[in-house]
């Protein structure tokens, strides 16, 4: 498993001076709506949103996140891309930051192949973040996973009030390196045939 910085930590330079630390998590409902889904990875209809039932979490499903390079490969499969574009809706008196962000899915690499999953993250009008990269080589058939975490202290919320989607970007490349590419295929996957998350958003709550 690879740790990074969650972008997210450092997207919003500006807090509400009203926002104080809380160690709960609010009890009313916490709901996350798709608004887009943009990008090869995620055509229309193919990825679901659901919030944990305790408010610590909201998890993302893809039924179509594939990239792959080689035999019966086209050379627009080897980089898949995925712009979800997320309205968060939270009761009343809280706030919330991203503190920690899982990925997981599925890889088959040739000798010499290599791919890659990044992410960045950031609120409706900031900039975008740095791109968060996890390289992975082969020989290599299994299931991965990375991790972006920030330190609680240095999460930045989301101003008490503002209503701004949330934006996550994710993608997926794969290259045939130095493997032969017309016998061998290699891929890299975040997609879900048995309806597991592959993504996974830890909230921070704050009180305003």
């Known amino acids: 498993m690879i740790t990074t910085l969650l972008a997210l930590g450092v997207a919003l330079s500006v807090t509400a001076p009203t926002v104080?630390?809380?160690?709960?998590?609010?009890?009313?409902?916490?709901?996350?709506?798709?608004?887009?889904?943009?990008?090869?990875?995620?055509?229309?209809?193919?990825?679901?949103?659901?919030?944990?039932?305790?408010?610590?979490?909201?998890?993302?499903?893809?039924?179509?996140?594939?990239?792959r390079v080689g035999a019966g490969a086209d050379p627009t499969d080897s980089r898949k891309n995925c712009q979800l574009s997320l309205d968060v809706r939270v009761p009343a008196g809280f706030t919330f930051g991203i503190v920690r962000a899982d990925y997981s899915g599925r890889i088959s690499l040739a000798a010499g192949a290599q791919a890659w999953q990044s992410a960045y993250y950031y609120f409706q009008g900031d900039?975008?973040?740095?791109?968060?990269?996890?390289?992975?080589?082969?020989?290599?058939r299994d299931r991965w996973a990375?991790?972006?975490?920030?330190?609680?202290?240095?999460?930045?919320?989301?101003?008490?009030?503002?209503?701004?989607?949330?934006?996550?970007?994710?993608?997926?490349?794969?290259?045939?390196?130095?493997?032969?590419?017309?016998?061998?295929?290699?891929?890299i996957s975040m997609d879900s045939p048995d309806r597991n998350p592959t993504g996974r958003y830890r909230f921070l709550w704050k009180r305003c």
């Open 20 to 67: 104080t630390a809380a160690d709960d998590v609010p009890d009313g409902r916490v709901t996350v709506h798709v608004v887009t889904a943009n990008g090869s990875g995620c055509p229309a209809g193919s990825t679901e949103v659901a919030v944990a039932d305790d408010n610590s979490e909201f998890t993302v499903i893809h039924r179509s996140y594939v990239a």
């Open 127 to 140: 900039s975008s973040t740095d791109r968060r990269v996890h390289p992975f080589t082969g020989p290599m």
């Open 146 to 187: 990375t991790t972006d975490t920030t330190n609680p202290g240095s999460v930045v919320f989301l101003p008490c009030g503002d209503s701004r989607y949330l934006n996550v970007n994710t993608a997926l490349q794969v290259s045939s390196g130095s493997s032969n590419p017309e016998a061998t295929s290699s891929w």
